[in-house]
T-cell receptor
């Protein structure tokens, strides 16, 4: 049972480069999320999706883009990497409902922009 | 919008001592409340959650939390700390749908 899978685990980017962080879940969850984690700041929501074809901005969307063409996949795109995007990125999924509303997290992608 | 405040970014206890990690929340709707644990270089793992019903919630690894609406609190406790409890702990509040907000985290250190 894979759960939420993120790739890559680590990446170093140069300023101005672009990349896509991959996220896939096999739990048939309709909700998916991208968070970034910075020391002492907790997790901040970047984007979320409530189902295939539907995405929306979270607290800190600037500099990022997402798409959700399938239920399983929710990639996060950085177009012009900046040092401020150095962070650990977590993808999560959930199936909101009365008893099953918690989010399940991937292992994270540690991104450094130099 | 919801928000969470975790009091104390770092808590240190001795092995065998009581663990108390504090969390206060703000929510305009009945909240769903969660505690997650993060071990080094890992993702977040659910410890316990409150949705409705019993206000004292028991989770994994001997942790429990009590939902106190009058105090808008959801503090996490464990009677006796173990070395393996050393980790970062996050409190989160959700409206039951897509809006889950996390606290800044509390790093728990357990001294031998």
């Amino acid at each position: 049972n894979a759960g939420v899978t993120q790739t890559p685990k680590f990446r170093i980017l140069k300023i101005g480069q672009s990349m896509t962080l991959q996220c896939a879940q096999d739990m048939n969850h309709n909700y998916m999320y991208w968070y970034r984690q910075d020391p002492g700041m907790g997790l901040k929501l970047i984007y979320y999706s409530v189902g295939a074809g539907i995405t929306d901005k979270g607290e800190v969307p600037n500099g990022y883009n997402v798409s959700r063409s399938t239920t399983e996949d929710f990639p996060l795109r950085l177009e012009l990497a900046a040092p401020s995007q150095t962070s650990v990125y977590f993808c999560a999924s959930s199936y909101p409902g009365r008893e099953s509303t918690e989010a399940f997290f991937g292992q994270g992608t540690r991104l450094t922009v130099v | 919008a919801q928000s969470v405040t975790q009091l104390g970014s770092h808590v240190s206890v001795s092995e065998g001592a009581l663990v108390l990690l504090r969390c206060n929340y703000s929510s305009s709707v009945p909240p769903y409340l969660f505690w997650y644990v993060q071990y080094p270089n890992q993702g977040l793992q659910l410890l316990l959650k409150y949705t409705t019903g019993a206000t004292l919630v028991k989770g994994i690894n001997g942790f429990e939390a009590e939902f106190k609406k009058s105090e808008t609190s959801f503090h996490l406790t464990k009677p006796s700390a173990h070395m393996s409890d050393a980790a970062e702990y996050f409190c989160a509040v959700s409206d039951g749908n897509n809006d889950m907000r996390f606290g800044a985290g509390t790093r728990l250190t357990v001294k031998p």
